[in-house]
């Protein structure tokens, strides 16, 4: 099945506090089903110089469909801190896979390509 919307080729530099969307929970009024599967796929998308601070400890959240899991996700030099710097931020990553190089802060979560079976 292919996806509805797909997020291909895209590129994310320097901003904190990017959110792509993908039908998982309440939008307005239409409840969206937990049980079917998905039709959104994102892929191949950078994340370049991500620099900012986070009111919560989880500065990076990739909760992808399990039945089109991310792909290609490559972040490059994140440094996102909380907004107090108390704390480290952390990462949280299902069904995401790619990888980090440069800065990793929060330390990465993204399944490695060779661990994926995709």
Do not use: W
């Not at 291909?8 to 039908?23: D, E, K, L, Y």
């Amino acid at each position: 099945m292919d996806p509805f919307l797909s997020v291909v080729a895209s590129a994310f530099p320097g901003r904190a506090g990017i959110f792509i969307r993908t039908g998982r929970s309440h939008i307005g009024k239409v409840k969206c089903s937990l049980t079917k599967k998905s039709l959104v796929q994102i892929k191949d998308v950078t994340f370049n110089n991500i620099r900012g601070t986070s009111n919560s400890l989880v500065a990076v959240n990739f909760n992808c469909s399990s039945s089109l899991p991310c792909q290609k996700i490559n972040l490059n030099d994140i440094k996102l801190i909380t907004d107090n710097n108390a704390k480290p931020t952390i990462a949280s990553c299902a069904n995401a896979i790619g990888q980090a190089t440069g800065i990793e802060l929060p330390p990465s979560c993204l399944k490695p390509v060779l661990e994926s079976s995709t």
